[in-house]
């Protein structure tokens, strides 16, 4: 069955470090999508990112930076220099391409505090 | 960003009345879906639609049932409100199904209080 995990609940960082946020997946399909979304307090989740399972070039996004490894399943995400406007939850989330519409799985989220 | 609305964005009500929740689209997606966030247990998939007349249902549809008419509209209703289904509300859309690899943009979110 696919899965996500998120182990890390919080984290806590100050101002301008960098923090990397993990994210594990379990999946037996061989074309699956990977998604990261922020939902700061405000309380709406915004798209960051997709990338499909046949392309494992990182991504770089101003700040933002993504490492998909399939060999340790993960794509984790970091954010250099980090600003209090980072403060926010973060999910990463699988789909797979199966059946008419495919399921997307969501992780636990972790909760990134960046303090000023 | 995606053009999505809900409706209403914060709800009170009481415990066996009806609810209904409107997620209305500008983007002509083919793909809506409804989820739930609560604590603990992350976004869960409430039902989703493929098309206009064309739903099917996500992991926690018991309480539910949903319709679309039209393509920018997609309703969910909760036809005897419980204390359990209070939680937020949220409506995605994307143009691809995920087993495409579709991206869901997600709307701003209804929450909702049962007492």
């Known amino acids: 069955a696919q899965k996500v995990t998120q182990a890390q609940t919080e984290i806590s960082v100050v101002e301008k470090e960098d923090v990397t946020l993990d994210c594990v997946y379990e999946?037996?399909?061989?074309?699956?999508?990977l998604f990261w979304y922020k939902q700061p307090p405000s309380g709406e989740l915004v798209f960051l990112i997709r990338?499909?399972?046949?392309?494992?070039q990182n991504e770089i996004s101003g700040r933002y930076s993504w490492n998909f490894q399939k060999s340790t399943s993960s794509f984790n995400f970091t954010i250099t220099a980090s600003q209090v406007v980072d403060s926010a939850v973060y999910f990463c989330?699988?789909?797979?391409?199966?059946?008419?519409?495919?399921?997307?799985?969501f992780g636990q989220g972790t909760t990134l505090q960046v303090k000023p | 960003d995606a053009g999505i609305t809900q409706s209403p964005r914060h709800k009170v009500t009481e415990t066996g009345t009806p609810v209904t929740l409107r997620c209305h689209q500008t983007?002509?997606?083919?793909?809506m879906y409804w989820y739930r966030q609560d604590p603990g247990h992350g976004l869960r998939l409430i039902h989703y639609?493929?098309?206009?007349?064309?739903?099917d249902k996500g992991e926690v549809s018991d309480g539910y049932s949903v319709s679309r008419s039209k393509t920018e509209d997609f309703l969910l209703t909760l036809e005897s409100a419980t204390s359990s289904q209070t939680s937020v509300y949220f409506c995605?859309?994307?143009?691809?199904?995920?087993?495409?690899?579709?991206?869901?943009?997600f709307g701003p979110g209804t929450r909702l209080l049962v007492l």
């Open positions: 995605a859309i994307s143009e691809q199904g995920l087993a495409g690899g579709g991206t869901q943009y």
């Open positions: 999946t037996r399909d061989t074309t699956y999508y």
């Open positions: 990338r499909n399972s046949f392309d494992e």
């Open positions: 989330a699988l789909s797979e391409a199966q059946g008419n519409t495919g399921k997307l799985i």
């Open positions: 983007e002509n997606h083919r793909y």
């Open positions: 639609s493929y098309g206009v007349k064309d739903t």
